[in-house]
């Protein structure tokens, strides 16, 4: 039984080879893509404590109630996530 199967295993070895890596078919827009939203991560982070910081502003000159700060650690909160997606999807799937 074990020489059968050695022999199955060295004719499909035989067959399969040893491939050479190469990059999937379109993997350089895949690439551009995830730049691009790379980019409007960063963009809307950076636009949100920007806005954060302005309505923080806006509300103490108007003795308001402060709802900003909560604003802008979520906005602090998120860009960490997002900063770091990679290195967590790394972790998940490797």
Known sequence: M??????LHDTVLAEVGNPAPEAPPMADKLLQIGRYFTWL???SGITAIT????????EKWNGGGLESPKMIASAMAGGAVATSAGTIMNSVIG
């Open 2 to 7: 074990s020489m059968i199967l050695a022999a």
């Open 41 to 43: 991560v960063q963009l």
């Open 51 to 58: 806005y954060g910081g302005g309505r923080f502003a806006w």
